[in-house]
């Protein structure tokens, strides 16, 4: 299945790749099933490709063109930008629930509205989907809009650029305008570091600039959105604190104290960043991998370079022809995914079966009559598994 999406994708490209929330979800799907396929990890945004997200456009639109999409309410004010919901507010039918094929075609529709309706809120899409169209736009812009799911009534915020994490140059820290910045001046640097603690308070923003951000000019947002402060305002509030040096660093370093770092892992999947970039010589046998007969697959992955990879490639045989294995590797991957089915919650970074059989039994105790039969058939199957995992050792 992942060598068909994976060809798929690959004949349409070059393609600007988009997605409704699917930066932050259906993306990493995408990567981690490409990555332990031996395909390219981010063949969405590699070799002229990028990818976008259309719910940072429809929290733009919302603000900025506000007649083009009729945008629902939940009962605190707050606006709705769930894809079934805000389709159904525009009179287009949703399909059923988690019903892939019916999801692309509602962003289809949703994207061709905001296209004819207000093609310059497109064509912004269409620009901020490039990594380097971002941070000139942030570098250029003393202070500028930034949407996002923010908690409150309104989805977007005047920011100004401060510096870039040292983690991950892809993060580029702004400091929110809305708060006090007298105040913030005020704070020694533990108190500073505390204040950016709380992600929903906190005056710090990490706008992650290949994540296609939707940014805009703080001229375009509009006086409403603005307020209590307007465009002069918060442009002198920025150009003033982008000018004292000291502060900057203040900010910078209390950002960079609430930097998540992620400790190496001995779990494949969790490797997938933070160790650099392939080879160009892997890269070519991976491919050469999937082009080779099954009894070929096993030497090329060994002769692989990168341990993830040769790991991931001896699994892919270990799954699909297990007897090209010595039956001693192939033990030793029985044993192995015996652990990660069996194992203690504190083992493994996933629900492993006794763990679900005691979820099933908490929902089994508070069941409706109507779902009791379900549930129950359900912890069966899975006690089945687990006693046939004991028998068998697998």
Known sequence: MVCEIQRTLADWSPALFLGYNSIRFDEEFLRQAFYQCLHPTFLTNTNNNARADVLNMMRAVACLRPGVLQVPRDPEGRQVFRLAD????????????????RDVELTLQLCQRVREGAPDIWSSFMRFASKQAVIAFIREEPAFGYFDDFEGTRSVRPLTRIGISALDTNIHY??????????LRRLTESELAEAVQTKSTSPIRRLKVNASPFVSPLW???????????????????????????????????????????????????????????????LAACRQFHEAAWEARLDIALGLSDPRFRRLGRRIV?????????????????????????????EFPWMTLPEALVEV????????????????????????????????GL
Request: include cysteine.
């Open 86 to 101: 805000l389709a159904a507010a525009n009179g287009v039918a949703p399909g059923g629930a988690h019903d892939a094929m």
């Open 174 to 183: 702004c400091l929110d305008l809305t708060h006090d910045i007298g105040a």
């Open 220 to 282: 375009e947002i509009g006086v409403a959105n603005l307020e209590p402060a307007d465009e002069d305002e918060l442009m002198r509030s920025a150009q003033a604190v982008q000018s004292d040096q000291e502060f900057v660093a203040r900010l910078v370093a209390a950002a960079r104290t609430t930097d998540r770092t992620y400790p190496p892992s001995e779990h494949v999947e969790l490797q997938i960043y933070g160790t650099g970039w392939p080879s160009n010589d892997d």
């Open 318 to 346: 270990y799954f699909e022809r297990p007897e090209l294995l010595r039956p001693g590797d192939r033990l030793a991957f029985d044993e192995e995914v015996r652990r990660r089915v069996r194992g203690a919650k504190s």
């Open 361 to 392: 039994d908490g929902l089994l105790a508070n069941s409706t009559p109507s779902e009791y039969g379900r549930l129950r058939a359900l912890r069966e199957e899975f006690a089945a598994h687990q006693q046939l995992n004991r028998m068998t």
